[in-house]
């Protein structure tokens, strides 16, 4: 039976460092939404991280890269809360095969609801106590899980992607990742 899980899931910066981690070389392309797109407004158009030289990613652009670049994707990723999206192999689905960091302006997953992309293992956790309503949250999350409802912050919790843009835009440290609950 075929694997017809998604070729795309969602994950932390921290698991997307991780993953980094098991690897020596790595190559980078032009990200295939970005290309069709023409421009992004939020970022670079060369944000397709590979970890082999031929991948399911579009091959546009497509060189090797050092360590020390990824070290910067990363970085970059961080400061434009970009949200990092391993693909899986498009034969097998049980290779992860690199990453695209993704954002709200150009890429097709969160603007085509057609598009299907697996949830992180991760689900945000938001301590009422902590937070202070500031919102800062909201524009941050791509995925629409958190909400503003008048003035106070709404969280649907079963939109949230586990990608954990939201902790870094959080000034008050209210919100942290947990295990998501299958």
């Known amino acids: 039976m075929a694997d017809e899980r998604p070729l795309h899931y969602v994950c932390t910066l921290e698991e997307a460092t991780a993953l980094?981690?098991?690897?020596?070389?790595?190559?980078?392309?032009?990200?295939g939404c970005r290309k069709r797109k023409d421009e992004c407004k939020r970022s670079r158009a060369d944000l397709c991280l590979q970890f082999a030289p031929v991948t399911a990613a579009d091959p546009a652009g497509h060189r090797e890269i050092a360590r020390d670049d990824v070290t910067e994707i990363l970085r970059e990723a961080l400061e434009r809360r970009l949200v990092p999206r391993p693909f899986r192999?498009?034969?097998?689905?049980?290779?992860?095969?690199?990453?695209?960091?993704?954002?709200?302006?150009?890429?097709?997953?969160?603007?085509n609801p057609q598009e299907r992309c697996d949830q992180g293992t991760f689900i945000e956790a938001t301590d009422p106590k902590?937070?202070?309503?500031?919102?800062?949250?909201?524009?941050a999350c791509h995925f629409g899980a958190r909400l503003l409802d008048g003035r106070r912050l709404r969280i649907v919790r079963d939109l949230c992607y586990g990608c954990g843009v939201?902790?870094?835009?959080?000034?008050?440290?209210?919100?942290?990742?947990?295990?998501?609950?299958?």
Do not use: K, N
């Not at 097998?92 to 690199?98: A, H, I, K, L, Y």
């Not at 939201?166 to 947990?178: D, K, L, Y």
């Open 20 to 31: 980094v981690a098991g690897h020596d070389r790595f190559w980078l392309s032009i990200c």
């Open 89 to 111: 192999g498009q034969t097998d689905r049980s290779v992860t095969e690199g990453i695209c960091f993704c954002c709200d302006d150009c890429c097709e997953y969160f603007l």
């Open 130 to 139: 902590r937070c202070g309503d500031c919102l800062a949250c909201v524009p």
């Open 166 to 182: 939201c902790v870094q835009a959080c000034p008050s440290f209210a919100i942290r990742m947990v295990g998501r609950l299958t």
